[in-house]
Nanobody
Framework: EVQLVESGGGLVQPGGSLSLSCAAS????????MSWVRQAPGKELEWVSS????????YSADSVRGRFTISRDNARNTVYLQMNGLKSEDAAQYYC????????????RGQGTQVAVSS
């Protein structure tokens, strides 16, 4: 059974950092595009970052480039999202997905983890 379980969300002040994790099971993450997407209240799902299968090249949305970094640990079968310089507009439910870049309707994704940014 394919499963994605996110963790690491929480409340952080503007300018702060959080690290999200996504533990995958039932498949090998190194063989698939893996992505993070997010959804703020009242808004559509937004693509955030992706990591390519194989060489692990990464891609990020303009809104987070330079602040967020996606990575993976193949041995742990886990995908990460390091978020620095958080802004209020980054507050959302963050989902890990087995999906290529810019896919805003991923069919395989986790239950999500909440990120709140507030002083």
């Amino acid at each position: 059974e394919v499963q994605l379980v996110e963790s690491g969300g929480g409340l952080v002040q503007p300018g702060g950092s959080l690290s999200l994790s996504c533990a995958a099971s039932g498949f090998n993450i190194s063989l698939y595009w893996m992505s993070w997407v997010r959804q703020a209240p009242g808004k559509e799902l937004e693509w955030v970052s992706s990591i390519m299968p194989g060489n692990g090249r990464t891609y990020s949305a303009d809104s987070v480039r330079g602040r967020f970094t996606i990575s993976r640990d193949n041995a742990r079968n886990t995908v990460y999202l390091q978020m620095n310089g958080l802004k209020s507009e980054d507050a959302a439910q963050y989902y890990c997905a087995r999906a290529p870049p810019r896919d805003t309707a991923p069919t395989t994704r986790g239950q999500g983890t909440q990120v709140a940014v507030s002083s």
